[in-house]
Every structure is written in structure tokens, then in C-alpha cells.
């Protein structure tokens, strides 16, 4: 598994070869260095730390001992580290710059990342419940209604449906295929979870 880090900078549109048009979206992917190179025990696997976008003086991870782990490295201070596993380390060393060119036009990649938050909210929003009736005496509008447990068992069962908070959790779309790779951008047909400047992960 080769891992990328990345910022989703918005979504636009172009047309391909035969003249269709296309959703496109933008990730930027600048800035990701090797920070750590670790050996699992008892296996011969490895772990790869990445650290990716430069760290700005206002951050709070800004401490004594964050910003040491980079000077001990001789690297510019990272706001994000990621590690993934490897079986072979030939390829890399500490401070290797991993850039787009690990990647082709038309590859599949997953992209996993962190979706919008949207608060608390009921079931009509969260399950797509439908509404009770809208007259007047109804007093069911948009409640939650009945939660099918009577004096036996007395309690509700987990897992039932019921209203709470909706979005902010990781998710992972896979299969998407690489539009274009320009500079430090690559373009990925179709949308991906998560708000303008959030950190993805592309896994290939």
C-alpha cells in the first residue's frame, strides 16, 4: 500500500476526450515528507511515518517537544503525521520528499477522509423517517414515536434508530480514478467526503 496526504482545495467540471463532462476534484498534495521509519516486532513489516503541510507559527502543536522531533530530523515542522505499513524499506529514507509521481493518469485509487459534521439532528434528517400527519390534533409532527418495547423487555434494544449526531466520521470511497495529475495537484473524477481544506488520505 503506497499512502498519500492531502488537502481537498473544491470541486469543478471539465470535459474528457470524447467530449463528456466530467466532476472533478481537487486535492493538493505538496510537502510530503518521511519523518520515521519504524520495524514491527516479531514481523518483518515496517512502519512509515509521513508528515505532510508545513506547520504555521499560530498552531497549537507548536510545542518545545513537537517542534524537537523535526530539528532532530533536520525537517521543516509538519502540521499532520500519518503511518501506514510496508514490507520492503529499500525505497525510503527518513526525509524522502514522496510527491504525485508515485502516482498515473487513470490509476484507482481510495480516498478516505473525515465527513462534514451536521450537528444533532432527528430522525427524519439522520434515517429518513417519514413525518406523521400534519393536522392539528395529530401531536406527531416530527417526533420519534414509539420505540416498541413494552413492560417485557422494558428497555430499548441497541442499535434501534433514533435521532443524534450526523456526519463528522471517517469514511472511504474506493475505486475513484485519477483525472489528471498536474504539479502538485491531482484531479480525481467524481466527489470525495469532507469540506474544502480537509486532510485526505490516497491510498493506492
Same mark, same amino acid.
Given at each position: %500500500? ?8 473544491? %470541486? ?149 434508530? %433514533? ?42
Amino acid at each position: %500500500m503506497i499512502l498519500l496526504l492531502g488537502k481537498k482545495l473544491g %470541486m469543478t467540471q471539465l470535459f474528457d476526450n470524447n467530449n463528456n463532462l466530467i466532476p472533478i476534484t481537487i486535492i493538493e498534495t505538496k510537502l510530503n515528507f518521511i519523518t520515521n521509519i519504524k520495524k514491527l516486532n516479531k514481523l518483518n513489516q515496517f512502519k512509515i511515518q509521513i508528515g505532510f503541510f508545513e506547520n504555521f507559527k499560530n498552531n497549537k502543536k507548536n510545542t518545545k517537544s513537537y517542534l524537537g522531533y523535526f530539528i532532530k530530523k533536520k525537517l521543516i515542522s509538519l502540521q499532520y503525521l500519518k503511518e501506514f505499513k510496508v514490507f520492503n524499506i529499500n525505497n525510503y529514507f527518513i526525509g524522502k520528499n514522496i510527491n504525485n509521481s508515485i502516482f498515473n493518469i487513470n490509476d484507482k485509487v481510495n480516498i478516505t477522509s473525515k465527513t462534514i459534521g451536521k450537528g444533532f439532528t432527528g430522525n427524519i434528517k439522520k434515517h429518513h423517517f417519514k413525518r406523521g400527519p400534519e393536522t392539528h390534533g395529530s401531536k406527531h409532527h416530527r417526533l420519534q414515536g414509539s420505540l416498541g418495547a413494552g413492560t417485557t423487555p422494558g428497555r430499548v434494544f441497541p442499535g434501534k434508530k %433514533m435521532s443524534g449526531r450526523l456526519g463528522n466520521t471517517i469514511c472511504t470511497i474506493k475505486n475513484l480514478k485519477i483525472f489528471d495529475i498536474k504539479d502538485n495537484l491531482i484531479l480525481i473524477e467524481g466527489c470525495i467526503p469532507g469540506k474544502n481544506k480537509q486532510l485526505i488520505y490516497i491510498k493506492k
